[in-house]
């Protein structure tokens, strides 16, 4: 059976960040858009629904906990995966309580990442309703 | 025991050779036990001058009444001669009661022969003794007359040597009482010449030694007030000589050397606090350069057979700009963590804000306030220590930051002050500032409106001390409604050299 591709969205206020793991997570051939600011994803994501989101934690104006908050107000069926600056257990505790679907601390390997947003996939395509 | 009695047996605190109290002690001794010694001495030595004269001079005194007594009995005793010599020449009476009173007369001057003698000096006395016996050997010749006419050649030397003989003696009657008179008189007024005097010097002394011990009370007051206010400088000899109070100075200098030196300790602990503080802002700023070096070194691997050499070229000098990147952030922690002696040079104040800015940017990130650096150009170079002045503004600006919500504005300003030779630090933030009954506590140490964990009260009394060694100060305005405003104010390097040496 033929996969779907997945619409994953990325936000970083590094830069890098999204240059270099665009096409790392595109290799599996699912559609990733990248942004450096929290209010510009949200609005993108008003306009189309993305499956999986991947958050920085700390960005100026509006960080991860809030854009994980919002995501999932706007679509429940939304993974959302959690980049950690430091990676702190109450931070974690937190974003997971929230219904964050995993979290992953800086740094990080493009294969880490991988790994997760896989796991993401198969839990989404087996139509498994994560819920909190 | 035994060890425990010496202990106590010998207490003695010496700190004369210790290097800060030379200047004390290169001073000759005058003690206060010697200046109140030689008040007593002067004081008994005039109460027994005093003593030792009025004992004299009543002595004098009961001699010459005594005298007088004498006097008076010889006076009436030939007084009483020469009435029964009128009386005989008069009326004829007995001549014998006439002798009889002389007789007395020489007897009262042969038994008091010395007493009399005494006061009237001998010559004197001989002269009395001779008018007396003269007039004796009249009386008896004028007894042994046979007719008038005998008497008559006798009577003129008898009444001659009789009035002189009454007249010497009445002189010196009346010499003697005058005198006796006189030396009553200074008898009583003596004790109060006497009081009068001691109060004058009672009042003199007491005045010079309660002046001397007060004043050197307030000098040792404003020791305390400036040594609490974190100068730690050691006292210097106000006098030319010194006593128990230059035991004390001594012991003073002895304590503000350790106070310095606590205090270094204090300063030592509340950076590493800062630094903790800092630790965890650094090591987010840390994680980003390190994910950015470790994602683009990983794709470099993976797609190095696929990847353009332009695209390797960019991700191999992504790596290095993120790795300088790295380097940069621990390097400014490390300028702030290093340890080291006081190095006070020319510095250039609106980098050392800048640079402080810089240090406390996550921290200022997470609490989602703004920070504003404003700096004037062109301002002259101050005297100080760069880590301790960062010290200075890492702390008023994290505190700064603890108080505000996000949203919230801190505004730096360096500039000129107005008083000349002063460049000014305002930090400026829109909280919810400091009510008025606690800001007069706010610099003193391990004073806190933190939680327990989050504060230690050392920030503002530590910033003091630092600013105040270098000569300048630090003070805070604060309104309910617009916020805190913290000044620090520096002597630049033109005027620093002079605030020093005062």
């Known amino acids: 059976m033929s996969k779907q591709p997945l619409k994953i969205m990325l936000i970083d206020d590094e830069n890098i960040v999204g240059k270099r793991l665009k096409p790392a997570l595109e290799k599996t051939g699912d559609i990733v858009e990248t942004f450096e600011e929290g209010e510009k994803a949200l609005a993108r994501f008003d306009e189309t629904p993305f499956d999986i989101v991947v958050t920085d934690i700390r960005m100026e104006n509006i960080d991860g906990i809030e854009i994980l908050e919002q995501v999932l107000a706007k679509s429940g069926r939304t993974k959302v995966i959690i980049i950690t600056g430091y990676a702190t257990v109450e931070i974690a505790r937190e974003a997971l309580s929230k219904g964050a679907f995993d979290f992953i601390a800086k740094p990080f390997k493009p294969a880490d990442l991988r790994g997760i947003i896989e796991r993401a996939s198969k839990e989404l395509r087996s139509g498994f309703l994560h819920t909190t | 025991m035994d060890m425990h009695i010496t202990d106590i047996k010998n207490p003695e605190i010496n700190h004369e050779n210790d290097p800060e109290n030379m200047s004390l002690h290169e001073r000759?001794?005058?003690?206060?036990?010697?200046?109140?010694?030689?008040?007593?001495?002067?004081?008994?030595?005039?109460?027994?001058?005093?003593?030792?004269?009025?004992?004299?001079?009543?002595?004098?005194?009961?001699?010459?009444?005594?005298?007088?007594?004498?006097?008076?009995?010889?006076?009436?005793?030939?007084?009483?001669?020469?009435?029964?010599?009128?009386?005989?020449?008069?009326?004829?009476?007995?001549?014998?009661?006439?002798?009889?009173?002389?007789?007395?007369?020489?007897?009262?001057?042969?038994?008091?022969?010395?007493?009399?003698?005494?006061?009237?000096?001998?010559?004197?006395?001989?002269?009395?003794?001779?008018?007396?016996?003269?007039?004796?050997?009249?009386?008896?010749?004028?007894?042994s007359a046979k007719n008038d006419k005998e008497k008559e050649l006798i009577v003129p030397m008898l009444r001659q040597f009789g009035s002189q003989m009454v007249s010497f003696a009445g002189e010196f009657v009346e010499k003697e009482q005058i005198s006796a008179k006189r030396m009553f008189l200074l008898a009583k007024r003596v004790p109060l010449y006497f009081m009068s005097v001691l109060f004058v010097l009672m009042s003199f002394v007491l005045m010079f030694l309660a002046r001397q011990l007060l004043l050197t009370l307030n000098r040792f007051m404003e020791y305390t007030k400036r040594i609490g206010e974190g100068d730690f400088s050691p006292i210097l000899p106000a006098r030319k000589y010194k006593d128990e109070f230059t035991k004390l100075a001594e012991a003073f200098n002895h304590m503000i050397k350790e106070?310095?030196?606590?205090?270094?300790?204090?300063?030592?602990?509340?950076?590493?606090?800062?630094?903790?503080?800092?630790?965890?802002?650094?090591?987010?700023?840390?994680?980003?350069?390190?994910?950015?070096?470790?994602?683009?070194?990983?794709?470099?691997?993976?797609?190095?057979?696929?990847?353009?050499?332009?695209?390797?070229?960019?991700?191999?000098?992504?790596?290095?700009?993120?790795?300088?990147?790295?380097?940069?952030?621990?390097?400014?922690?490390?300028?702030?963590?290093?340890?080291?002696?006081?190095?006070?040079?020319?510095?250039?104040?609106?980098?050392?804000?800048?640079?402080?800015?810089?240090?406390?940017?996550?921290?200022?990130?997470?609490?989602?306030?703004?920070?504003?650096?404003?700096?004037?150009?062109?301002?002259?170079?101050?005297?100080?220590?760069?880590?301790?002045?960062?010290?200075?503004?890492?702390?008023?600006?994290?505190?700064?930051?603890?108080?505000?919500?996000?949203?919230?504005?801190?505004?730096?300003?360096?500039?000129?002050?107005?008083?000349?030779?002063?460049?000014?630090?305002?930090?400026?933030?829109?909280?919810?500032?400091?009510?008025?009954?606690?800001?007069?506590?706010?610099?003193?140490?391990?004073?806190?409106?933190?939680?327990?964990?989050?504060?230690?009260?050392?920030?503002?009394?530590?910033?003091?001390?630092?600013?105040?060694?270098?000569?300048?100060?630090?003070?805070?305005?604060?309104?309910?409604?617009?916020?805190?405003?913290?000044?620090?104010?520096?002597p630049t390097t033109e005027s620093a050299s002079e605030i020093m040496s005062k």
């Open chain 2, 28 to 143: 000759p001794s005058i003690s206060i036990r010697a200046k109140v010694a030689i008040s007593f001495s002067l004081f008994f030595i005039l109460s027994f001058t005093v003593t030792g004269w009025s004992y004299w001079i009543l002595t004098k005194l009961e001699t010459k009444i005594d005298f007088l007594e004498i006097a008076d009995n010889y006076m009436a005793e030939i007084q009483q001669a020469r009435r029964f010599e009128k009386n005989y020449l008069l009326y004829s009476t007995d001549l014998e009661e006439a002798l009889e009173h002389l007789k007395t007369a020489d007897a009262i001057l042969k038994q008091k022969n010395e007493q009399i003698e005494k006061i009237l000096e001998k010559e004197h006395f001989k002269t009395m003794v001779t008018y007396m016996s003269k007039y004796h050997n009249q009386l008896v010749l004028l007894r």
């Open chain 2, 259 to 490: 106070l310095d030196h606590k205090h270094n300790v204090l300063l030592e602990s509340h950076k590493l606090r800062a630094i903790g503080t800092l630790v965890a802002g650094v090591a987010h700023e840390l994680n980003n350069p390190l994910n950015n070096t470790l994602l683009t070194a990983s794709m470099l691997t993976e797609d190095f057979h696929t990847l353009s050499e332009e695209e390797k070229m960019e991700m191999v000098n992504d790596v290095i700009n993120e790795t300088e990147r790295a380097q940069r952030v621990v390097k400014n922690l490390l300028d702030f963590a290093r340890e080291g002696e006081t190095a006070i040079a020319p510095l250039e104040i609106g980098k050392i804000v800048e640079d402080s800015t810089r240090l406390v940017v996550n921290q200022v990130k997470f609490a989602k306030v703004n920070l504003e650096l404003n700096c004037e150009t062109n301002l002259p170079r101050i005297h100080g220590d760069e880590q301790k002045l960062k010290q200075v503004f890492v702390n008023l600006i994290l505190n700064a930051v603890d108080v505000l919500t996000p949203g919230g504005q801190i505004r730096i300003h360096v500039q000129k002050d107005q008083t000349p030779g002063y460049v000014l630090v305002t930090v400026k933030d829109n909280g919810p500032g400091i009510p008025e009954h606690i800001q007069g506590r706010i610099f003193d140490p391990f004073f806190t409106t933190k939680a327990q964990s989050k504060g230690t009260g050392l920030g503002l009394s530590v910033s003091q001390g630092i600013i105040k060694k270098l000569g300048g100060y630090i003070h805070l305005t604060s309104n309910p409604d617009k916020g805190t405003i913290f000044t620090v104010s520096l």
